[in-house]
């Protein structure tokens, strides 16, 4: 008679690839994973309620805290359903617009990097991680230059930015970007070729694409199974539609084919850095809309209407008409959305975010029931979640 | 009248549940009967390719009648389309059919709706707080819930 007898072990929070909040309960029978139950722990910093207790511009810092992997992604989010819902959204200037581009197509490479060294280090491999380490490092020091803070951004405004580029940041990031496929390589040299890490990753957390539609995949993980799907191109924001870009599918549906997906994204994220580099002119960063962004400060000290329009939007905000707007942005986690509904006063009625961590973690009872102990690490990596964005 | 193309399918198929068609800055919402919700649902993925569903969400409009929205964001992957389906629940009968037989990803998503707003969805396989703990009470999203959690003073501002 078979031995059915099976054992439970918790998982995390205290393994590392669980980022010391995420807990699994593993049902094992021997090395082979039966059934898990994740715990998604208590950070309880409850942003959405908060939310509803400040102004809209006074909400911003709090989104750069969700994803803080990628910021400027959340803070895009936000500013997007912000302007939608205030009717701008034409009215953004075309230098704000390009680098806002910008930004998040950086923030892309950064998290991606962050990914890759995180997960490639959990498996075993270590040099890969300080390679990462030291690109993203750079990116932190564009953050530091340009929005002056090198994690928490809070560079986006409703209406446009809250600074220009400083001068000569944008040959620096041309000589990161025209760097960066060469280190990309040198990543993927270290580890596409390495038998260990494909008999890691290859055929492991296999999620067919429908199933992973079923599920409420986006991002990387859903187009690691071939669902050719992108924000950017499909319901595109920004200007995203002016840039050439491909949308990377792969058809393995396994981890091997999420990291191919992640990797031949940095490549097209530097693509579409290339792009911004060349179209950005002088011009203005603000939207002509005086009852909503902050008038220039030698206005505010200069003139009576500036100095009202700063002290009405400081001490009252803006009140946008009563009704409701979804808009969801190409967060590097996936779909990252912002449901705002507003009843005419000036702070949110009630603000939702649709976390992409949130929902792809639900996938992993799926992918590792029926895997082997050793792939939950890597499944868990494979899906790239950050869990200040699973519990808000 | 909205020109979406969900809409005139849902009002001929359902020309009894659907209570609003709502257009703003070019988003529609259609509110529907909390009855008809499965049925609606099945509709839109089988019928209508909302294939993906991108979040579920609670709404509290304290002082009002019915109480609660319940939010449902669709989205279709080949059409490249999205739909906004609410659903009034009173809070007298908080409860609402659970979509997870027809989306997986509603599963958490409804398990957070419970947990924030205290809806309960009947049919849920798996019906807990997720994130909270399970002895919480009370449920934080609810606009009756003070913002600075149960048993604390408000914040005052700084002293200095």
Not at chain 1, 147 to 176: C, H, Q, W
Not at chain 2, 8 to 35: C, I, M, N, W
Not at chain 2, 88 to 107: F, H, K, L, Q, Y
Not at chain 2, 115 to 141: A, C, N, Q, T, V
Request: aromatic residues 8%; glycine residues 8%.
């Amino acid at each position: 008679m078979a031995n059915l007898e099976t054992m439970t072990i918790n998982m995390g929070p205290q393994h590392p690839s669980t980022h010391g909040v995420l807990q699994l309960v593993l049902e094992l029978d021997g090395e082979v994973v039966v059934k898990a139950t994740p715990h998604i722990g208590f950070l309880h910093r409850g942003v959405e309620k908060l939310s509803e207790y400040r102004t809209y511009h006074q909400v911003l810092p709090l989104t750069d805290r969700l994803d803080y992997l990628a910021p400027m992604h959340n803070n895009l989010g936000y500013v997007l359903a912000v302007e939608k819902l205030l009717g701008i959204s034409d009215q953004i200037p075309e230098r704000a617009n390009v680098v806002r581009v910008m930004l998040a197509e950086l923030t892309r490479i950064k998290s991606h990097l962050v990914w890759l060294a995180t997960h490639a280090l959990d498996i075993g491999a270590m040099t890969v991680f300080l390679y990462c380490f030291r690109e993203r490092e750079r990116i932190m020091d564009f953050y530091e230059k340009i929005s002056g803070a090198r994690m928490t951004s809070n560079y986006f405004r409703v209406g446009g930015l809250s600074a220009d580029l400083p001068d000569g940041i944008e040959k620096e990031i041309r000589d990161f970007i025209n760097e960066m496929p060469d280190n990309i390589n040198t990543y993927e040299g270290l580890l596409s070729g390495n038998k260990i890490w494909q008999k890691r990753v290859m055929g492991v957390g296999v999620i067919k694409p429908e199933d992973a539609i079923d599920v409420g995949l986006s991002g990387p993980s859903l187009r690691g199974s071939g669902v050719d799907w992108d924000l950017r191109r499909d319901q595109p924001y920004c200007g995203y539609e002016t840039y050439d870009f491909r949308v990377v599918t792969h058809t393995d549906c396994d981890t091997w084919a999420r990291y191919k997906v992640r990797l031949d994204e940095m490549r097209e994220s530097c693509k579409i850095i290339h792009q911004c580099l060349d179209r950005l002119k002088p011009g203005p960063i603000l939207a002509d809309c005086p009852k909503i962004v902050l008038p220039p400060k030698k206005d505010v000290v200069n003139t009576i209407e500036g100095l009202i329009h700063h002290f009405k939007i400081i001490t009252e905000g803006f009140k946008p008409e009563p009704g409701e707007v979804y808009v969801g942005v190409e967060n590097p986690k996936g779909e990252t959305g912002f449901y705002l509904i507003s009843d005419g006063s000036p702070r949110p009625f009630r603000m939702r975010i649709r976390p992409a961590s949130f929902v792809n973690l639900q996938a992993l009872p799926q992918m590792v029931e029926g895997a082997l102990i050793a792939d939950v690490i890597a499944i868990i990596g494979t899906l790239d979640v950050v869990l200040g964005e699973i519990d808000r | 009248m909205s020109e979406h193309p969900a809409v005139a399918k849902l009002k001929e198929r359902f020309k009894e549940s659907v209570l609003d068609v709502a257009e703003h800055r070019g988003q529609t919402s259609v509110t529907v009967r909390k009855e008809d919700i499965l049925a609606v649902c099945a509709f839109l993925k089988e019928e209508c390719g909302y294939n993906f569903l991108t979040d579920v969400c609670g709404v509290d409009y304290l002082g009002e009648t019915p109480r609660f929205m319940v939010v449902y964001h669709l989205y279709s992957i080949g059409a490249h389309q999205r739909l906004r389906l609410k659903a009034p629940v009173e809070e007298a009968d908080c409860r609402i059919d659970s979509v997870v037989g027809i989306w997986s990803a509603a599963n958490w998503l409804e398990r957070e709706v419970w947990d924030m707003f205290g809806i309960d969805f009947k049919g849920h396989p798996d019906l807990r707080r997720i994130l909270l703990p399970d002895d919480w009470e009370g449920h934080p999203l609810r606009k009756d819930y003070p913002v600075q959690g149960p048993d604390r003073e408000p914040y005052q501002g700084r002293l200095s």
